[in-house]
């Protein structure tokens, strides 16, 4: 097997709980009593029960979207008299239903509405949420304000039974509840155990016993793979393809990769979806212009535009490009976004994940047609629609290719593993923090995964965990799986591989869907041919 960059173009370059009375708050009900920049969440399954805000709706919907805000966590607002879960607000966790074969069979639509969303400031870790409002700000009526006022003296009249309520919040968790005390402010303001505290303290009760391993987190250590039984038409055999799960589909979206026999190169511009409760995949054959075929590209999907974002990659004909499409479900249509001024140079191999606080995506390395290896960071912006040359400060990666990027919504941060570079293959961590605009490299406090580039990662939102799955190193394709934590800073290996996993293999695509709490993952190649099997890795019996 020759060494990946001698591969160039083709391999590594290449929530419900029981519910309260008048539950289910209007998506813009719960915006009276306050402005928009007054949402808090705080995560029930950490030990800390660390808040963060305020943010706006929008954001406090990319966050969800993400990952970083799952069911059973809690949120408030002014307009909500106690913390309540994110289930029990409308629109936050679930996304709107798509029709996977009404889309495919589509006719060319107008292009999507510019993205009008602002981009966000002042986000962070905070103590506590500031007192309820006493004076409303000045607001246009709202047809909607009645059913709100009913919806809470209704959950006034059950008072007496949220703190029932509030210790039954992780369902199925046997677990004691443990209470972490954060330092609070003067202000007084309700408390995400479900009560009111008074000026000094905030209590957060969560299902933790406080193991910083994670072995307590939903579906750790029963988490499984299992293959997919697809049934109809499914993608052909490919590798370095990208994928991303697209919320306004409903459906992990695949788009491109490269087939290659001793005879041919092959490269794909074929876009498809996989409905993971049903295990059915769509060719979505959408209308209108679509992305040059191509290899070695980076995807990702911005919740605020619901669009699959698609940057660069390399063609079977040698082409290196520098290109930037969006993917809009709702017309079933890719669109040439053509981004004026700088961007990154054309360029494969490259990782890029989107982070819902900046509303911006992130992308880092790559390598070009003369064996540069990138080490620059860059951050698209929809809704200016051009790119930026970060340029962090202090220390950053290496420059590699083959890497991989995800966003990790319980540090808030973007995590990087991996990749080859001008003196091999990595087995580096690495964190980038769009708000300071630094990298980190990180220590695990165990070994981690062995040097590699070209493995699939995906964050998990229902575990807290960062999946990794093989890769390509030292001559050897990898079948093993592995969870990174960020709060305890370590990888714990979840899978060794063997019966009932994947083949091992380098190069394939994953995408976690939050609608079956699994991740996908796709295709892929062995070091002797290029798979079409899709798995998926979550909680289930063999």
């Known amino acids: 097997m020759p060494e990946p960059r001698a591969l160039g173009a083709r391999y590594v370059v290449g929530l419900a709980f029981g519910a309260l009375v008048g539950a289910g708050v209007e998506e813009e009900a719960v915006n009276a009593g306050a402005s928009d920049r007054d949402w ?11 808040q963060a805000g305020p943010f706006e709706w929008e954001q406090l919907r990319s966050l969800a979207l993400a990952g970083a805000i799952v ?19 409308s629109g936050l966790i679930s996304a709107a239903g798509f029709d996977l074969e009404q889309a495919a ?30 004076q409303a700000p000045a607001r246009r009526p709202r047809r909607w304000l009645l059913p709100v006022i009913i919806s809470l003296a209704a959950l006034l009249l059950v008072g007496g039974s949220l703190g029932v309520y509030f210790g039954l919040i992780r369902e199925g968790d046997d677990s ?19 009560g009111t505290s008074g000026p000094g303290d905030t209590t957060v009760t969560t299902s933790e016993t406080g193991d910083t391993t994670g072995s307590t987190e939903p579906g750790v250590g029963s988490a499984v793979w299992s293959p997919v039984d697809a049934a109809g038409q499914t993608p052909p055999a490919r590798m370095s393809h990208a994928m991303a799960y697209d919320a306004r589909a409903g459906a992990v979206v695949l788009f491109g990769g490269v087939h290659m026999t001793e005879e041919d190169i092959l490269d794909y511009d074929d876009t498809w979806a996989l409905d993971t409760s049903t295990g059915r995949w769509t060719n979505l054959a959408p209308a209108g212009a679509l992305p040059p075929a191509r290899d070695s590209h980076a995807m990702a999907y911005d919740p605020d535009t619901e669009q699959i974002i698609l940057f660069g990659g390399v063609n079977s004909y040698g082409a290196w490009l520098d290109d930037t499409w969006a993917y809009d479900a709702a017309s079933n249509s890719w669109f040439d976004l053509a981004p004026p001024g700088a961007r990154p140079s054309a360029r494969m191999s490259h990782a890029m994940a989107y982070d819902p606080v900046t509303r911006q995506m992130i992308l880092f390395g790559g390598i070009d047609d003369i064996d540069t290896y990138f080490g620059d960071t860059w951050a698209y912006d929809f809704a200016t629609n051009s790119w930026l040359n970060l340029n962090p400060a202090g220390q950053v990666p290496a420059g590699r290719y083959g890497h991989t990027l995800v966003y990790d919504a319980d540090s808030g941060r973007v995590l990087l593993f991996g990749g080859w570079g001008n003196d091999g293959s990595f087995s580096d961590t690495w964190v980038y923090d769009p708000q300071s605009n630094t990298w980190a490299e990180l220590a695990p406090g165990n070994a981690g995964p062995a040097n590699r580039a ?14 990794l799955f093989g890769g390509w190193g030292d001559d050897v ?5 592995w969870a990174f934590d960020s709060a305890a800073a370590r990888w714990d290996e979840v899978d ?23 991740t996908v993952l796709f295709g892929g190649y062995d070091g002797d041919v290029q798979s079409g099997d899709t798995w998926v890795y979550g909680v289930s019996s063999r």
């Not at 966000?120 to 006493?134: D, Q």
């Not at 004691?176 to 479900?194: D, I, K, Q, V």
Request: proline letters at 15%.
């Open 176 to 194: 004691p509840a443990a209470t972490s005390t954060l330092a609070g402010t003067e202000a007084t303001s309700p408390s995400t155990s479900g």
């Open 454 to 467: 070209g493995q699939s990662m995906a964050y998990d939102a229902v575990r807290g965990r960062t999946i």
């Open 496 to 518: 060794k591989g063997g019966a009932g996993a994947p083949e091992p293999r380098g190069f394939a695509a994953a995408a976690y869907d939050p609608a079956t709490g699994s």
């Open 477 to 481: 394709f990898y079948g093993d799986t």
């Open 71 to 89: 069911p059973d966590d809690l949120v408030w607002h002014p307009s909500l008299p106690q913390w309540v879960p994110a289930a029990q607000i």
């Open 105 to 134: 069979a589509a006719s060319a639509a107008p292009p999507p509405p510019a993205n009008e969303w602002a981009l966000g400031t002042e986000t962070g870790p905070f103590e506590a949420p500031p007192a309820p409002v006493t």
């Open 40 to 50: 808090y969440y705080a995560k029930a399954n950490t030990p800390s029960g660390q």
